[in-house]
């Protein structure tokens, strides 16, 4: 018998001889991103890509090897620097969640593990329904209630609205279609409320003209009259409302809507309740935030962000169900290859990805968990308060100056106002425009991040706090920054006057955009 020899060794792990070397590697990466949270406030929240270094990763696919610490040097010096910035205290545009060094190292370990949370017996599943069990006793679900991690709320309130329409229309709308009835349901929601709601009603089929949009009242919650009156008038036009969604938290202004009252009205209209709570849902841990989710406890549905104000990495979103076997009918789909046991691996029946569309999932539960295990809901509470605490703050700094106006009331976390001034050549249009070159110039400053959205018809700087870094310091810096970077246009604006009507050449101060010391109230003149 002739002698074999093995083919070559093609594992992906390091080669005898090489582990310590490859340790050596991962501790100095890991010591680099602890370091870079640390000492994240000596960053820019955000910088400009350099052509240079968004041009030098365009190239050809590579096809032989690297050595890892050639690779970790690019990331180190040309992905790291120019990212969205969300875990800096500065940054405030979107409601962004800024991590935590607890999450980063449950994520290493749920990476090491590499398990795919599709289903089977193992305990990555048990760890996904023990959150899914805390989730039903926060909110106040029954015990048949179900949850699921996702990617995001965008894709819990799509599956939502999925469920709704599978608990109205039966099994046969998941082999036949909508049908005739399916093509007259129409949902229901703010005008505040989120575009992933209108998607949600693409994607399933409905068409987004189905999501009949609801006036909001003074305090951009959903007018319930409006709906009531809504409702009457599509049943008597022949169309077959299904759902209300209420917003915990809306996009704009961190409004929330009366709950109780959209959760009695869909009692008694025999409607599906779904809320989204993207980030506003987990104001439940903030004793003074969770009476206004009140109703809460009603909803057939309910789909949040653990990325948020959980502070956990993306992606965590999550969905809960009232009815776990409304749940499983609308999402179940037995195969062959998907057989399961009464023991073995294949056990432990119903799987995950018998509670939504996703069969390859990845162990989001890991993350989550560490996160509620290591600070408790009483710290997570106390950081939710303090990000309200920090836009009362920020509001009041608003109403203090003269320069600035705010545009909407500061329900939880979010403060949306803009920069004003007195001048009667310069039109709302241009008004817009300024604020929008105000808010770009302050990102591209890197002190402070905040977005815009439109208000009324006029555009608001937005500023969301989510992370659990920011403080009052850096709300100075915002306000400094804009009442500067809003003095140093006005006064190029002069200039071109002047240099148009006399022919002499003015300049500008330069922009300071230094925090004062004292608070938002002494820096820029332009405040008083």
Known sequence: MSATTDAPDESLDPAPGEWAAFRAQGHRMLDDMLDYVEHIRERPVWQTIPHEVRASINEPFPVSANPLAEVYDVFLNKILPYTVGNVHPGFMGWVHGGGTPVGMLADLLASGLNANLGGRDQMPVELERQVA?????LFGFPEGASGLFVTGTSMANLMGLLIARRALLGSAVRTDGLGIEGTKLVAYASTAAHGCLARAMDFAGLGTAALHLIAVNDQYQIDTAALEATLAADRAAGLHPFLITGSAGTVDVGAIDDLSAL????????????????????????????????????????AFDFHKWGQVPYDAGFLLVRDSTQHLDAFAAPAAYLRREARGLAGGSPWPCDLGPD??????ALATWFTLKVYGGTKLGCVISETCRLARYLGAAVDACSTLERLAPVSLNVVCFRFRCDDPDRDADQMDQMNAAIVADLQESGIAAPSTTILHNRLAIRVAIVNHRTRSQDLDALIAGVLSLGAARLASRLDSRLDSSSGVKKHATGINTTAPRDGPFDAPLLCG
């Open 263 to 302: 959760a009695e009205i869909a009692r008694r209209e025999s409607l599906w309740f779904h809320v989204d709570g993207a980030y506003g849902a987990l104001g439940i841990l903030a004793p003074e935030i969770a009476p206004r989710l009140r109703g809460i406890e009603c909803a057939d549905s309910l």
């Open 359 to 364: 069969l390859s999932r990845r162990f989001r």
């Open 133 to 137: 069990c805390w989730m039903r006793d």
